[in-house]
């Protein structure tokens, strides 16, 4: 191993040196649900991106139309009435759903569909977790 390199950083990189990216969804699937034990900060700054992405209210709503659309996807003409927004900035709400790696798309002709991916959902619901029930004064 290269002197200097740290192991992490090393193994990173294929012997091609393409860096293997992973997503905040796929950072989420790692990580022990958050009434379990402390994230640690290198787990919160990991993570923090796929929360931010779903914490704004046109992503949050965007997630659930394509989520509940029969057959599990929808293309960017069926999502633009449910807004009073323009395509391109419907466009780009999904953009950054996808750079997070909550959603998955398929360009066909001139038009993208998206779809929810339902490990990275899965992921999240794993991350939060269940928090134990409140007891008043316990």
Not at 63 to 90: H, K, W, Y
Not at 108 to 118: D, E, I, N
């Amino acid at each position: 191993m290269p002197q200097g390199i740290d192991f992490c950083q090393y193994r990173c990189v294929s012997n091609s040196l393409s860096l293997t990216v992973i997503s905040p969804a796929d950072t989420a699937a790692c990580c022990a649900p958050l009434s379990a034990e402390p994230l640690t900060m290198e787990q919160s700054e990991q993570v923090a991106p796929l929360l931010k992405a779903l914490a704004d209210p046109v992503r949050l709503r965007l997630m659930s139309l394509v989520a509940s659309r029969e057959g599990g996807e929808a293309c960017v003409c069926d999502l633009n009435d449910a807004f009073d927004l323009s395509q391109p900035t419907i466009s780009h709400h999904l953009k950054v759903l996808h750079e997070a790696g909550l959603v998955d798309r398929d360009k066909r002709g001139v038009w993208v569909y998206y779809r929810v991916r339902p490990q990275a959902l899965a992921s999240l619901a794993a991350l939060i977790g269940c928090a134990p029930p409140y007891t008043p004064g316990g």
